[in-house]
């Protein structure tokens, strides 16, 4: 019986300790507010008018008023729609 308390009473202490260390550990506190350091450095992430993929603002593609991710993605989405307004010009001749 006393060899069965000195179990649990060991196993006690190793857990109150592992709490205490872990609790009092140099972990940094991360806010809701609080923005990953390169984002900070980066800058603002956009959104490719093309395919969707987010990509930093200082690495995007401006073709007219839209941000792409590439430049192929913007002469294809410039393709696309001027493709789009021949063949509407086309159904009204």
Do not use: W
Not at 3 to 26: D, E, K, M, P, Y
């Amino acid at each position: 019986m006393r060899l069965l308390l000195l179990i649990v009473a060991i196993v006690a202490v190793f857990l109150a300790v592992r709490t205490l260390v872990r609790s009092s550990g140099n972990r940094r506190q991360v806010t809701r507010d609080a923005r990953p350091e390169r984002l900070k450095e980066g800058g603002a992430v956009i959104r490719c008018a093309y395919c969707g993929v987010h990509v930093p603002e200082a690495e995007a593609y401006r073709d007219r008023d839209r941000m792409y991710c590439s430049r192929q993605h913007a002469e294809v989405d410039r393709n696309r729609a001027h493709g789009e307004t021949q063949d509407r010009e086309d159904a009204d001749d």
